[in-house]
């Protein structure tokens, strides 16, 4: 099975890159694609929904992974620890509102007739962060280019939508598998809270440092289902 890890940021993918021991296997429309191991490639897509949409289907087109994982920081609209880990249960576009012409729901994608994009065999999902015997939360995640902080417009997502992160990848890609088929899962580790009693801080590094602990030990416990080639 080849399973691919979609990154947005340089740093995020670093600590998965050996030197000459990790190969370069395409670089293209300014990505590069490098094999991580037997089974699993990995990327670095930019940061945003373009980017990230764009990193996606390059993916697919071009090396046609049976699941992509999307793994990365996000903030939190909840006060909890950093380097708290999340695995995404779906993705809703904050920033996505065609509700003055269509009478729809904020969010809402007329292309493919929904709101939330839903993240692929969770149990199974859970059960490998089971496995891998961190930690761990479930919960809906906004998607947006928008670097989120306490403001009056987080304060209407957070109200609208009820997600527990906030990034700025993570929906362009679900709606991408979605479309192409492809099965998807993402998991986050909080960098910051929104919503937190002290002065905000964006803690990267103790978010990454938790994230590397998880991501390829969840690859090794996934179970994948049957007929999924």
């Known amino acids: 099975m080849e399973i691919a890890l979609l990154f947005a940021m340089r740093e995020e993918i670093a600590a998965m890159l050996n030197g000459e021991k990790t190969p370069l296997l395409l670089q293209?429309?300014?990505v590069e694609f490098y094999r991580i191991r037997p089974g699993v490639i990995a990327c670095c897509g930019?940061?945003?929904?373009?980017?990230?949409?764009?990193?996606?289907?390059?993916?697919?087109?071009?090396f046609h992974p049976e699941l992509i994982i999307n793994a990365g920081v996000?903030?939190?609209?909840?006060?909890?620890?950093?380097?708290?880990?999340?695995?995404a249960e779906g993705f809703i576009q904050h920033d996505f509102d065609?509700?003055?012409l269509d009478d729809c729901q904020e969010g809402f994608v007329a292309t493919v007739h929904r709101v939330v994009f839903p993240t692929s065999w969770q149990d199974r999902a859970r059960a490998a962060m089971d496995a891998v015997g961190l930690p761990y939360r479930t919960g809906i995640v906004a998607t947006g280019d928008w670097f989120a902080t306490d403001t009056p417009r987080a304060r209407h997502i957070a109200e609208v939508f009820h997600p527990l992160l906030c990034e700025m990848e993570g929906c362009a890609a679900a709606q991408v598998c979605y479309r192409n088929e492809v099965p998807f899962m993402a998991i986050k580790s909080v960098s910051d809270c929104l919503f937190g009693e002290n002065d905000f801080t964006f803690q990267f590094p103790a978010a990454l440092a938790r994230l590397n602990e998880v991501?390829?030990?969840f690859i090794d416990k996934l179970e994948v289902p049957c007929g999924t080639h």
């Open 28 to 30: 293209e429309a300014g």
């Open 46 to 62: 930019g940061v945003g929904k373009v980017n990230a949409a764009m990193a996606t289907q390059l993916l697919i087109d071009r």
């Open 74 to 87: 996000a903030g939190c609209f909840e006060n909890v620890s950093i380097g708290t880990l999340v695995l």
């Open 98 to 100: 065609i509700s003055t």
């Open 215 to 217: 991501v390829l030990s």
